[in-house]
């Protein structure tokens, strides 16, 4: 029973940190995508900035999922043979729950709430250079275009996700072992046998 409860509380606590970090960085990157649209004059322009937040998106999304389905043997087996990425990726493996919550809940459902905000941005600007134009037909298509790249691009990357699982995991590895080599940017800690820090 105290393992138990000792459970739920970390689960608790996991959850209040993980979404106080969703709440902070959903600011921060929403303040950054309305600044660089501040700037941005060309609507389609912006289009295109919408579709990359929605498509980093369903990027996070795929290793969210390919983290969870991903077997660690081969992992094990491409780090004996000391390959670039792999040790990151079997750390990857060996924290999941972690590494899938951070992708799939905090960047996916951050970048779903950005794209939201951009896409309302984006209406405001057609509407200020086209008032003839429906505001309530615009608003409509712009949050169904949006939905609709987003739940199609999430279902064809499951699909991927769940089949090329272990392929996916071991090429983010190498991602994040080139980002730590060359841009000092550390995103796992611990070494290979231990859990994330």
């Known amino acids: 029973m105290g393992k138990y409860t000792d ?7 996991r959850g209040v ?4 970090g969703a709440f902070f960085l959903a ?3 929403t303040l950054a995508a309305k600044l660089l649209l501040d700037y941005i004059v060309s609507i389609i322009v912006s289009l295109l900035l919408l579709l990359i937040i929605i498509l980093v998106g369903i990027i996070f999304d795929v290793v969210g999922v390919a983290v969870a389905a991903a077997d660690e043997s081969p992992l094990h087996a491409k780090c004996a043979k000391k390959l670039y990425g792999a040790g990151h990726a079997v750390k990857l493996v060996r924290n999941a729950d972690k590494v899938a919550s951070f992708c799939s809940d905090v960047i996916g459902d951050v970048c779903g709430t950005i794209s939201g905000a951009v896409g309302a941005i984006i209406v405001v600007r057609i509407l200020l250079q086209a008032p003839t134009v429906s505001e309530v037909v615009l608003t409509i298509l712009m949050t169904s275009l949006i939905a609709g790249f987003t739940v199609a691009g999430k279902a064809f990357g499951k699909y991927f996700a769940i089949r090329k699982a272990t392929d996916i995991i071991f090429y983010t590895g190498k991602i994040l072992e080139w980002m730590e080599k060359n841009l000092r940017i550390k995103v796992l800690s611990g070494d290979i046998q231990g859990r994330l820090k």
């Open 7 to 13: 459970d739920i509380h970390n689960a608790l606590r």
């Open 17 to 20: 940190i993980i979404g106080a």
């Open 27 to 29: 600011i921060l990157v």
